[in-house]
């Protein structure tokens, strides 16, 4: 009710595993039923500062301006809990003239939570997308990058930036505090990591930063009709990263079909053709590196490291204990240390670990 809008007192928990998200009923009388529903997001304390909080607003707010489908945050008009922050938003902003202009409040505080509230988009998730809509998709997501490196403020954009000590180290750090992973698998996923870190020392080099989504994948993204525009949400994982960290992890789970002309050729597979797809499209609005392939392979590898360190580092959370209830069985462990070998073997095989 801080955003001057009514409850009926109804809700619903969704699926969120960082979060706490809600869609929660209110009065509408614009509504045949007299009722709407919004989303509400309450942060978990103490994983992102709020200026980190209002540079992920000031993107979708960016978004929202120029049309890019993604859901509209709601002002919040309550004095009493808007962030006394909230003004920075102006600030990470900028027009075609260099100079922000006012947008409205869009974080609330309440207690030590942080919270902001979203239009809801009604839609579905794809199950399988079409290969016009992979390069529609793409194009989009060029879009996007333009327009965050054209009017974010680098002075006050404050997101983490892309570095293998927050995709290896920090995630090598919460599994050794777990302690709790099968003691003959410890040494040698440790020792993987940590070379790792030291083949993939180019990486960080190899592309300059732009503010990106950083967890694109189909979950999320919404249709909200059949045929219709495709919307991107959460952008709770946004950071200063490369531009493939955008595109890779999407055409690994979009689901597209191989056509009848490839299903016969040699290493051809779904992903990689969604991936050629989505930089076709990509590369209509905004250039690639043209050796944008070897970013793939690094990219998946900490993926998968960033994966196992962030289950470790939430284990205290009785969610993630049921939720990841196999984290702590042995055969999990040995198929996870013969992946993470054969990716290292997929590095070392493509020139791509400096060793």
């Not at 978004?63 to 709601?74: G, Y």
């Not at 042995?330 to 070392?348: G, N, V």
Request: net charge negative.
């Amino acid at each position: 009710e801080a955003t001057g809008l009514r409850s009926t007192g109804r809700f619903q928990q969704l699926n969120s595993m960082e979060n706490r998200v809600y869609a929660v009923e209110i009065e509408a009388e614009s509504q045949p039923k007299g009722v709407d529903q919004i989303i509400v997001k309450f942060y978990r304390p103490g994983r992102w500062s709020s200026r980190m909080l209002i540079s992920e607003h000031a993107l979708i707010s960016l978004l929202a301006d120029e049309n890019i489908e993604t859901p509209k945050l709601i002002p919040i008009v309550a004095t009493s809990v808007i962030h006394p922050e909230n003004h920075l938003l102006s600030q990470i902003l900028l027009n075609e003239t260099g100079h922000g202009k006012v947008y409205p409040h869009t974080l609330g505080k309440i207690g030590s939570f942080c919270f902001a509230v979203w239009e809801k988009v009604r839609g579905r998730v794809p199950l399988e997308l079409e290969e016009q809509d992979v390069l529609s998709i793409g194009r989009t997501i060029a879009r996007m990058h333009n327009l965050f490196e054209r009017r974010i403020n680098p002075e006050f954009f404050s997101r983490t930036q892309f570095s293998l000590e927050m995709y290896l180290t920090q995630p090598l750090q919460n599994l050794m505090s777990w302690n709790q992973m099968p003691k003959q698998f410890e040494q040698p996923i440790f020792q993987l990591i940590e070379q790792l870190f030291r083949g993939l020392s180019w990486l960080p080099h190899a592309d300059h930063f732009l503010p990106v989504h950083a967890d694109l994948h189909r979950l999320n993204l919404v249709q909200t009709s059949e045929g219709g525009q495709f919307w991107f949400v959460d952008f709770d994982d946004c950071q200063l990263g490369l531009a493939m960290q955008d595109l890779w992890p999407l055409a690994s789970t979009c689901g597209v079909s191989l056509p009848n002309h490839m299903k016969d050729v040699e290493g051809a597979n779904p992903s990689s053709y969604a991936l050629e797809l989505l930089t076709q499209g990509y590369s209509e609005f905004r250039a690639l590196p043209q050796d944008w392939k070897i970013f793939v392979e690094p990219l998946r590898t900490l993926k998968m490291v960033h994966y196992l360190g962030w289950i470790a580092g939430r284990w205290s959370d009785p969610f993630f204990k049921q939720t990841f209830s196999f984290f702590d069985d042995r055969q999990y462990w040995e198929k996870t240390y013969f992946e993470l070998s054969d990716q290292f073997q997929i590095l070392a095989q493509g020139g791509l670990l400096e060793l």
